[in-house]
């Protein structure tokens, strides 16, 4: 009913920068927020920064001043800038947005991208 693909993942050298994208395709009414997870070899799932439909981006501390994220409603997407790229990093990013199909009246649903592999060498 609803997918989110997720794309720009790859390889890049340590101080290098790299772009993500999400695309939802599929019956949406409206996204609330969209944002972007996380997660290395052996670690949980952490949040990296989210961008609501009113007020700014926020961001985790570990990626504040070197991570952007904007969205662009029109074409259902977020994107995520990553600039000074550290081997900590590496991880598999996760698109995921809380949305309303429609005809689903008020009730918002969360929705994950299949994840994407940023691998930062040093």
């Known amino acids: 009913q609803v997918q989110l693909v997720e794309s720009g993942g790859g390889l890049v050298q340590a101080g290098g920068s790299q772009r993500l994208s999400c695309a939802a395709s599929?019956?949406?009414?409206?996204?609330?927020?969209m944002d972007w997870y996380r997660q290395a070899p052996g670690k949980q799932r952490e949040w990296v920064a989210a961008?609501?439909?009113?007020?700014?981006?926020t961001y985790a501390d570990s990626v504040k001043g070197r991570f952007t994220i904007s969205r662009d409603n029109a074409k259902n997407s977020v994107y995520l800038q990553m600039n000074s790229l550290k081997p900590e990093d590496t991880a598999v990013y996760y698109c995921?947005?809380?949305?309303?199909?429609?005809?689903?009246?008020?009730?918002?649903?969360?929705?994950w991208g299949q994840g994407t592999q940023v691998t930062v060498s040093s």
């Open positions: 995921h947005m809380q949305l309303i199909v429609m005809g689903d009246g008020s009730r918002s649903r969360d929705f």
């Open positions: 599929g019956n949406i009414f409206h996204i609330n927020v």
């Open positions: 961008a609501f439909t009113t007020g700014g981006p």
